[in-house]
């Protein structure tokens, strides 16, 4: 199976809304298989309605300003001093 950017790019753009309605940063996995995709999110509690509408409207009104999307390399330290922790993730990245 091999990747698809669009779904790749969604769940980017899903993870930053949930990040910013919830105030969560750590990712805990992420499934992507051809045209679906699942986020998973540690968060103490369960969202609420309101909160997931903010989430879909949130990621909906990102995909509407058609930002396009660059691919960028960086050291970790450079990483980490223009993004800090919202770069990382509680699971290990898969094997090259």
């Not at 969604?10 to 986020?39: I, M």
């Amino acid at each position: 199976m091999k990747p698809n950017p669009k779904i790749d790019s969604a769940l980017h753009v899903l993870k930053g809304a949930v990040q910013k309605v919830l105030d969560t940063p750590l990712t805990t996995s992420v499934y992507a298989e051809e045209n679906k995709g699942r986020l998973t999110v540690e968060y103490d509690g369960v969202p609420s309605a309101e909160q997931i509408r903010d989430i879909e409207s949130l990621a909906n009104q990102k995909i509407g300003e058609d930002v396009p999307i660059e691919r960028i390399e960086m050291d970790r330290q450079e990483a980490e001093a223009k993004f800090g922790n919202i770069i990382y993730d509680k699971f290990p990245s898969p094997p090259m």
